[in-house]
């Protein structure tokens, strides 16, 4: 997986960094829209976006969705990477 691919703007490099300094933390669209200061409905489709790329791990229940961080260490070691270059 190519992960510069997964960062296709600012909100997804937003979101990235987001759960990679709070890996342990869960949260809705409208939490993480909230944290990191952008609308919404960008947020969510970023959100998904991230799922695609096994990035974060999408927990659906019937009336939302929360969002965590992959447990995956070689794909946290690259966006480690990632954001320090």
Known sequence: MDINKAVKSRIH???IA???ENQASIDT???V???IEEDRAKVKKALEDLVRFDILVADRATSTTGYSYTR???V???IDKLLKG
């Open 13 to 15: 490099k937003k979101i």
């Open 18 to 20: 987001f759960f990679h």
């Open 33 to 35: 829209a909230t944290w």
């Open 76 to 78: 946290i070691q690259k």
């Open 29 to 31: 669209p409208r939490g």
């Open 72 to 74: 995956d260490a070689k």
